[in-house]
């Protein structure tokens, strides 16, 4: 009996791990979509399922494990609807063990569990251990009375029931210890993957990143036969801002340019800061026209901005803009950034505060 609630509590930690493994990256919370809490629901009940199958034999028609312990995991962590399919998808596993009275006991206990562990998840304000607790001695509680109801003589399944007891809250317990453990740990690991691909000062994506989602995007106009646009934009004599009023005012102004060059773009529009105070923008699916509206877009709203220093005086400036656009028909991939760095370049002896376009090989 014991090696046997063992057995449950030991798949109970292995299926949770690797249930969060496969979903690290779609972890379920109370804003999931709704595919995602129904898809939890379900892997919950097929936890339960798997749980009833090395369960205790108490009698002929009543089994004993710990299939409410899935329920009342995504009750805590994703509310009613994952709970509520979870239960229900036990349930049908029971009844495919055996239909009898106890399955249908099984069936209300499963239901009472689900709402009345959703209720306490949205009613209770406590602490996580202590609110996980409180599900503990509900649903158990709901169990332990089921057991009674399906038992001709409560007494001579007492054992069976002490047992029980003691195994769900030990399981319980360790797999809510352990669900912690592993989502604190996967938090901690994507937000270091995040900061790794993020500029430090902006919040911007950095060089790598551009590398990455540069090449991301030229795969996808050459597969596509679509088009895509590069802008470099560079700050105007930015080392005149760093020697007159600092290099903390010179900071405050790029993070500023940033914030301002994320609105002024569109969505899905990859913003990046390249190093000093050249920053770039990958557009996908723009054509000549629409990437160039862009540009002088930011150009006129940087000139005519103005940037808060440390000390609360303001000051303007101005960028130049280098632009380029790749059509699979008319342009070569790999040159794509050359051509925009060069549409800067010329931006730049142009006289500044400009935008320069490079189009077809040739610049304009």
């Known amino acids: 009996m014991i090696s046997d609630l063992v057995v449950n509590i030991s798949i109970l930690m292995a299926f949770t791990f690797i249930w969060h493994e496969l979903f690290r990256n779609n972890r379920l919370t109370f804003n999931s979509p709704l595919s995602i809490k129904i898809l939890d629901g379900l892997i919950a009940g097929i936890l339960g399922i798997v749980l009833m199958h090395y369960s205790i034999q108490v009698n002929d028609i009543t089994i004993l494990d710990l299939r409410h312990i899935p329920v009342i995991l995504v009750a805590f962590f994703g509310g009613f609807i994952p709970t509520i399919i979870s239960s229900i998808v036990i349930s049908i596993g029971r009844f495919l063990i055996d239909f009898n009275f106890s399955s249908i006991v099984s069936l209300f206990m499963m239901l009472t569990i689900a709402v009345g562990s959703s209720l306490i998840v949205h009613k209770i304000k406590l602490s996580p251990w202590k609110l996980w607790v409180t599900l503990i001695i509900y649903s158990q509680a709901i169990f332990s009375l089921a057991l009674y109801i399906v038992s001709e003589n409560y007494v001579q399944v007492l054992v069976y029931a002490f047992y029980h007891v003691i195994s769900a809250f030990f399981g319980g317990i360790l797999t809510f210890y352990f669900v912690l453990y592993i989502r604190r740990n996967t938090e901690l690991y994507l937000k270091y993957k995040e900061s790794a691909r993020r500029d430090s000062l902006t919040g911007l994506y950095n060089v790598r990143s551009f590398a990455y989602y540069y090449n991301q995007f030229l795969s996808k106009a050459i597969k596509d036969n679509s088009e895509c646009a590069i802008c470099l934009v560079d700050v105007d004599f930015f080392k005149k801002i760093n020697d007159t009023y600092g290099h903390h005012s010179g900071d405050e102004v790029l993070k500023q340019l940033a914030s301002l060059l994320t609105k002024l773009t569109r969505e899905g529009d990859i913003v990046s800061r390249n190093g000093g105070e050249e920053f770039s923008i990958l557009l996908q699916d723009c054509t000549i026209e629409q990437v160039k509206d862009i540009a002088e877009r930011i ?24 632009v380029a656009n790749y059509h699979n028909k008319i342009s070569k991939p790999d040159m794509l950034f050359q051509e925009a760095d060069h549409a800067l370049y010329n931006a730049k002896q142009s006289g500044r505060n400009l935008v320069c376009m490079y189009t077809s090989g040739a610049p304009i």
């Open 299 to 322: 150009r006129e709203t940087v000139e005519n901005y103005p940037f808060i220093l440390p000390d609360y005086r303001k000051i303007n400036l101005t960028v130049s803009v280098g």
